[in-house]
C-alpha cells in the first residue's frame, strides 16, 4: 500500500465513522462503530469476506444499532471518541501489528488483526463467536493479497445438501462430526459452508470403481 493509498484509507476511515455517527443518532464514536466502519469500507455486497472470516455487515449494523448510546432528542452527535473508546490504546496496538508484520504502512489488515487481538467490545464478541483466530488469518494472508481476494460462495445446510444430493441432517452430522467444516454468522446461529469447504468432502473415484 503506497502512502498516498494509506493516507486515503486514514481519511476515508474517518469519514466513514462520522456518517455511522449521523446515521445512528450516536452520542459519539465508540469502539463498535469503529469496528463497523471498518467492515463497511471493506465489505463488498454486504459481507466482509477474508479468508475463514464471513461477517454479515447487516447483523453487525443491527447490533450496534440496538447498543449504541443515542445523543439526546433534538441534538446531533459528537464525531469525537466516547469516553469508553480508548482510541489512543487502539492506535498503539494498531502500530504494534505494523512493527511486528515488518511492512512499513499501515494496511487493512493490520485494521483487522488489531480488531481480532481487542479483549472487549463487539470485536471480541464477533471473532469469539467466529472462532478465527489471528495466527489462521496471518497464514491466509500470506498466500495472497488483502485487498483482491474474491468472494467465496455460501451455502446454509440445506443448500449444502441439495448441492450434494444428500439429506440435510446427513450433511449436519458431518458439521457435528467435524467431516465438514462449518462457520457461524457473526451475531445468528445461522451456519454458512464455503464452497471450498463442500468440495473438500468429495473423493475422487479412481478408474473402474463403481
Do not use: C
Not at 153 to 175: C, D, F, G, M
Amino acid at each position: 500500500m503506497s502512502e498516498a493509498t494509506h493516507d486515503n484509507f486514514v481519511t476515508e476511515m474517518g469519514r466513514q465513522v462520522a456518517v455511522e455517527v449521523d446515521d445512528l443518532g450516536a452520542a459519539s464514536a465508540t469502539l463498535d462503530i469503529y469496528f463497523l466502519a471498518y467492515l463497511r469500507r471493506m465489505a463488498r455486497f454486504g459481507y466482509f469476506t477474508f479468508g475463514p472470516i464471513h461477517i454479515d455487515v447487516g447483523v453487525i449494523e443491527d447490533i450496534v444499532r440496538r447498543t449504541t448510546e443515542k445523543a439526546p432528542a433534538g441534538t446531533q452527535g459528537s464525531h469525537g471518541w466516547s469516553d469508553e473508546f480508548d482510541f489512543v490504546d487502539y492506535s498503539r496496538r494498531l502500530m504494534a501489528e505494523v512493527q511486528r508484520s515488518g511492512r512499513r504502512r499501515i494496511d487493512e489488515l493490520h485494521y483487522l488483526l488489531t480488531f481480532m487481538r481487542i479483549d472487549r467490545g463487539l470485536p471480541k464478541r464477533v471473532f469469539g463467536e467466529l472462532g478465527v483466530s489471528p495466527e489462521e488469518v496471518e497464514e491466509f494472508a500470506e498466500r495472497g493479497s488483502f485487498a483482491a481476494q474474491p468472494l467465496e460462495k455460501l451455502y446454509s445446510p440445506e443448500e449444502a445438501a441439495e448441492y450434494l444430493n444428500i439429506h440435510v441432517q446427513t450433511v449436519r452430522a458431518w458439521i457435528r462430526s467435524g467431516r465438514l467444516r462449518a462457520r457461524r454468522l457473526a451475531g445468528q446461529r445461522a451456519l454458512r459452508i464455503t464452497a471450498s469447504d463442500l468440495q473438500s468432502v468429495l473423493e475422487p473415484v479412481s478408474p473402474g470403481e463403481d
